[in-house]
């Protein structure tokens, strides 16, 4: 599996990005995608993750209505809208293949993981 997150950049606090996450090797269609974040200095965390067939997301609560991810299998990308971003956003953003199909908060649940895309928002 090889994996391209793109679509990072300098935001003004307030702004969007729209985040896409590629699987170049076609392969893992059936299995659950998630968008993690690191900051310096602090562990990767969870923000978002989608089923296998896009019926089922989940987000973590900083994110919760302001981010939306979703996912087109004929292309296999999964992209990840950010809204009304914050400063305590900024971090590089890792999109990652789940072991299984649903969609999974720990990282350990996640197999297969993409070179990350820097997002960095000014207040």
């Known amino acids: 599996v090889q994996l391209q997150a793109s679509g990072g950049g300098l935001v003004q606090a307030g702004g969007s990005l729209t985040l896409s996450c590629a699987n170049y090797r076609r392969t893992a269609s059936n299995n659950g995608v998630g968008w993690f974040r690191q900051a310096p200095g602090k562990e990767r965390e969870f923000v978002a993750a989608i089923n296998w067939n896009g019926a089922s997301t989940t987000y973590e609560d900083s994110v919760k209505g302001r981010f939306t991810i979703s996912r087109d299998r004929t292309k296999n990308t999964v992209l990840l809208q950010m809204n009304s971003l914050k400063p305590e956003d900024t971090a590089v953003y890792y999109c990652?293949?789940?072991?299984?199909?649903?969609?999974?908060?720990?990282?350990?649940?996640?197999?297969?993981w993409g070179q990350g895309t820097q997002v960095t928002v000014s207040s």
């Open positions: 990652a293949i789940a072991r299984k199909s649903t969609s999974a908060i720990v990282p350990s649940e996640y197999h297969y």
